[in-house]
């Protein structure tokens, strides 16, 4: 990777106000600061470059706020760690507030920096310094954040920025804001400010299950015939991995994991039944109709799982719930989804509560009691559809378990291409903001390359088309990454919303297109690639021309290069979900 290194001797000293919010930005961990840059933070900006030497943190330029929040996203859905973003005064936080948005329903950490004023306002410029002024900027996000200030003194500074890094780290996790009032940056320091033994303002660790409450569960799923795991969100982290894959088979469990959340257990596993497509599946019915005993582990979505429109009474099952979700729950967004029953409600970690089951749980090995309901994708080597793409994109890696899967796009046949650990896959977009996958990809792919991994991401060309001039941030700081579009030149997704309306309303289906089309003129994605600087190709129609693109694409990519490949796929060509989307 690549980072900007100034010119001249560095300013040691901690001589002006936003030296304070930088140092802190380094003290807290942080490598990299996404950014747009603006005179808000003129100031800070200055401390990066010029007092730590854009090192720790070091800024990765981007041509839009919501790239700068998108990779940040990306970066901890990897990670699971923040990364720093700062975004310039009001203006630069409308451009980001829709990846806030998704990092806040995705709940991801990410500590935002911002900034306004002069608050002092004989120390303002005319006219932008006023419109650029909020009288309460957190105010616009506050809904979407866990905790935001707007300190008036370094010590206050360095006060709130440790409580926002205490707030972002703490499960569950989300954004956290703090303003930077741009004439307190700008302020000389008569004396440099004592830092705080940061080793004190440490998060928490995350709740474990009240020993009642998991006495009460280990009863349910020892008497069990047919327990159900549900493994939403999840840590990284591979020993909480194989933990999971312990306690389904201590239980012989069947396991349904979801594409929205990242990869939480091996998608081959004998004991994961349905396949990992967002609730609402045929396979998911029949598995929950069987099952006695359900253990939701901070599933996205529990309630729309059980009692979907349509299904007139949640499942017979006795449903164990370990969640922490509910403490991010207000009232301004209903991201907190359906409501759902549970006979035990736990307010606990649920890889905490992974171990503490298998800790409590008889020693045993059992079989899973569903054979899989996953059905093999079918693959016809003469056309150009996503299962084939798969297939000829797995062949192409020599350790393809190696690779990591930034996102798919829909249809994606996890037959084809099993996750196997906590890196090969990391979800959707959480708020289904769409524009966001190109950055959070970048992010993702930042995150994951220093393990040696190779980051591929698939995306719908009406997502990319949205946000893809953020390849031009990982061609600038040589951030690797293989991105295939899947493109039906279409907001494909919609079109089928038309053609339900149309049908329910005895209306012409074949106007689905008026308005969804990506066509006359199409996009030349591969042009729109090589204009940032990557290397572009295609579009590909025929299949014949995939195997030939896509190795000389991971070529590309194991050489650290950003390659971009755009795949003419038929419209209509792809899996039907249960609930559309968007
Ligand atoms: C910011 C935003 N605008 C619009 C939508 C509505 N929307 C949901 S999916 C979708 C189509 C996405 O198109 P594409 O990425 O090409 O995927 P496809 O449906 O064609 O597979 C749209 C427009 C949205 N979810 N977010
Ligand atoms: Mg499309």
């Not at 705080?196 to 998991?214: K, S």
């Not at 736990?346 to 059905?375: E, F, N, Y």
């Not at 990519?557 to 609930?579: M, Y």
Request: charged share 20%; hydrophobic share 40%; with cysteine.
């Amino acid at each position: 990777m690549h980072w900007d290194n100034p010119e001249g001797p560095l300013d040691p000293d901690v001589s002006w106000g936003s030296d304070v919010a930088a140092q802190m930005l380094r003290r807290l961990g942080f490598r990299y600061v996404s950014m747009n840059p603006g005179a808000s933070y003129r100031g800070l900006h200055d401390s990066i470059v010029n007092h730590l030497g854009n090192e720790r943190p070091s800024m990765l330029l981007c041509v839009h706020e919501d790239h700068a929040v998108g990779i940040a996203h990306g970066y901890a859905k990897a990670t699971g760690e923040p990364m720093a973003c700062i975004l310039h005064s009001n203006v630069g936080l409308m451009h980001g507030m829709m990846g806030l948005y998704n990092a806040w329903c995705d709940r991801v950490p990410m500590f935002v920096v911002g900034a306004t004023g002069p608050i002092d306002s004989s120390k303002r410029r005319p006219w932008v310094d006023w419109v650029h002024t909020s009288a309460d900027q957190g105010g616009l996000i506050r809904d979407i954040v866990k905790f935001d200030n707007q300190p008036s003194s370094p010590l206050a500074m360095i006060d709130a920025m440790c409580r926002a890094n205490i707030a972002t780290r703490t499960a569950p996790c989300a954004p956290v804001y703090i303003c930077l009032d741009a004439g307190l940056q700008e302020t000389a320091l008569e004396v440099p400010p004592a830092w705080p033994d940061l080793a004190r303002f440490q998060p928490p660790a995350p709740p474990r299950p009240a020993r009642n409450a998991l006495e009460r569960a280990r009863q349910l799923l020892a008497a069990a015939a047919r327990p159900l795991i549900l493994f939403g969100r999840g840590s990284r982290s591979e020993a909480d991995w194989r933990a999971r894959i312990a306690l389904a088979e201590r239980l012989g469990a069947c396991v349904m994991t979801d594409l929205r959340t990242g990869a939480v257990f091996p998608t081959d596993h004998p004991a994961h039944a349905a396949p990992p497509i967002p609730s609402g599946s045929a396979a998911d019915r029949r598995l929950l109709e069987q099952a006695d005993v359900v253990l939701a582990l901070e599933w996205c979505d529990l309630g729309g799982l059980v009692l979907p429109p349509g299904i007139a009474a949640p499942p017979r099952a006795a449903i164990i719930n370990a969640s922490l979700d509910q403490a991010l729950h207000n009232g301004a967004h209903m991201g907190f989804q359906q409501l759902p029953p549970a006979d035990v409600f736990m307010a606990a970690s649920a890889d905490a509560t992974v171990h503490d089951l298998l800790d409590v749980l008889k020693p045993g090995r059992r079989d899973p009691w569903h054979a899989s309901l996953i059905k093999p994708a079918v693959i016809d080597p003469s056309r150009l559809t996503v299962p084939l793409v798969a297939s000829v994109l797995r062949a192409a890696f020599d350790d393809p378990d190696a690779v990591t899967l930034a996102c798919v796009c829909r249809g994606w046949p996890c037959d084809v291409w099993p996750f196997r650990d906590p890196m090969s896959y990391h979800g959707k977009d959480g708020g289904g903001g769409i524009g966001s996958m190109p950055s959070i990809a970048i992010g993702v792919a930042l995150g994951t390359h220093e393990h040696g991994r190779h980051t591929v991401a698939v995306i719908g060309d009406g997502d990319f088309i949205m946000g893809g001039h953020a390849l031009w941030t990982a061609v600038r700081h040589r951030i690797p990454l293989l991105v295939l579009v899947n493109n039906n030149r279409s907001y494909f997704n919609d079109e089928q919303h038309q053609e339900a309306v149309a049908r329910r309303r005895g209306r012409p289906v074949q106007n689905r297109w008026i308005g969804q089309r990506l066509a006359d003129p199409e996009f030349d994605l591969a042009k729109f690639a090589e204009m940032q600087g990557a290397i572009g190709v295609g579009p590909l129609r025929r299949a014949d021309q995939l195997k030939p693109a896509i190795d000389k694409g991971v070529a590309v990519l194991k050489s650290g290069g950003v390659r971009l490949i755009d795949l003419h796929i038929e419209p209509g060509q792809r899996a039907t979900i249960g609930h559309r989307e968007g």
